[in-house]
């Protein structure tokens, strides 16, 4: 590091691996530095499981699985929003250019990032759990910037952070060569029973189990959701089904 002539102390948060290409040193509202290292190394693939999942994600649940299998939704603000808007209410009554308005700031800066942290370490160990567990992940594509415009669910859908979990699902899907098929948006997921494929139109959000009035099958619908994505990521993968006539199906 230029100008730094003696050596400095940090605290290391896990083994450095592989060549260092080069280091970045940034420094958060908090006031704490990072120094991030960038090295090249090989990633060694999770070994096959000859699994497949369809993943239905949602602001209860982050992650449902097509086996019922489901993962939590940390909610870290709704957990942390109570004293976050103490801190806040003191920090706009401190004098502005104040030593301890500067350091009231910093304060609510860590409880930012702590609930930054809180929600990234929950997505990072769901995200890792279901690619190292299936060889492939079905997922619905969803428009989150879209979704983020009705002012009812917005600050939910910012706690739960789906995009970020859909992304991280992508990405490890592709470094672990597992197959990472998405659904078309349009497709009717909650609402089509997946044994005999009868369509529940007059589904809502506040409906969290239904049943089907052809084959009378009692669902969940997350878990629902999942298999129907699932049977969909099939008939992607084979070529029988693709997005347009997924969109035109439902037309």
Same mark, same amino acid.
């Given at each position: 590091?230029?100008? %730094?002539?003696?050596?400095?102390? +940090? %605290?290391?948060?896990?083994?450095?691996?592989?060549? +260092?290409?080069?280091?970045?040193?940034?420094?958060?509202?908090?006031?704490?530095?990072?120094?991030?290292?960038?090295?090249?190394?090989?990633?060694?693939?999770?070994?096959?499981?000859? !699994?497949?999942?369809?993943? =239905?994600?949602?602001?209860?649940?982050?992650?449902?699985?097509?086996?019922?299998?489901?993962?939590?939704?940390?909610?870290?603000?709704?957990?942390?929003? !109570?004293?976050?808007?103490?801190?806040?209410? !003191?920090?706009?009554?401190?004098?502005?250019?104040?030593?301890?308005?500067?350091?009231?700031?910093?304060?609510?800066?860590?409880?930012?990032?702590?609930?930054?942290?809180?929600?990234?370490?929950?997505?990072?160990? *769901?995200?890792? =759990? +279901?690619?190292?567990?299936?060889? /492939?992940?079905? %997922?619905?594509?969803? &428009?989150? !910037?879209?979704?983020?415009?009705?002012?009812? /669910?917005?600050? &939910?859908?910012?706690?739960?952070?789906?995009?970020?979990?859909?992304?991280?699902?992508?990405?490890?899907? @592709?470094?672990?060569?597992? =197959?990472? +098929?998405?659904?078309?948006?349009?497709?009717?997921?909650?609402? /089509?029973?997946?044994?005999?494929?009868?369509?529940?139109?007059?589904?809502? /959000?506040?409906?969290?189990?239904?049943?089907?009035?052809?084959?009378?099958?009692?669902? =969940?619908?997350?878990?629902? &959701?999942?298999?129907?994505?699932?049977? @969909?990521?099939?008939?992607?993968?084979? *070529?029988?089904?693709?997005?347009?006539?997924?969109?035109?199906?439902?037309?």
């Amino acid at each position: 590091i230029p100008k %730094v002539d003696k050596g400095i102390k +940090i %605290v290391l948060s896990r083994e450095i691996q592989g060549t +260092i290409k080069y280091v970045h040193i940034s420094k958060n509202p908090a006031g704490e530095f990072f120094a991030s290292f960038t090295c090249e190394v090989e990633i060694e693939t999770y070994a096959k499981t000859g !699994k497949k999942t369809g993943v =239905d994600v949602g602001l209860k649940e982050a992650a449902i699985l097509s086996d019922g299998q489901k993962y939590a939704n940390a909610k870290p603000l709704r957990g942390l929003e !109570k004293k976050l808007k103490f801190e806040q209410r !003191k920090l706009s009554r401190q004098q502005k250019g104040s030593r301890s308005r500067e350091k009231q700031r910093r304060k609510v800066a860590r409880l930012h990032n702590r609930i930054r942290n809180i929600r990234h370490d929950n997505i990072h160990k *769901g995200t890792t =759990d +279901i690619v190292k567990s299936h060889d /492939l992940c079905a %997922v619905e594509s969803l &428009a989150v !910037k879209n979704m983020m415009q009705n002012h009812c /669910l917005a600050k &939910a859908l910012s706690d739960a952070s789906l995009g970020e979990l859909l992304r991280q699902l992508k990405t490890k899907c @592709e470094w672990h060569d597992r =197959d990472f +098929i998405p659904i078309g948006r349009f497709f009717a997921s909650s609402q /089509l029973c997946h044994v005999c494929g009868w369509q529940h139109k007059e589904l809502t /959000l506040k409906d969290r189990e239904w049943t089907c009035h052809c084959c009378h099958t009692h669902h =969940d619908r997350d878990v629902n &959701a999942a298999k129907n994505i699932l049977a @969909e990521g099939l008939k992607i993968l084979s *070529g029988s089904g693709t997005e347009s006539d997924t969109k035109q199906k439902e037309g």
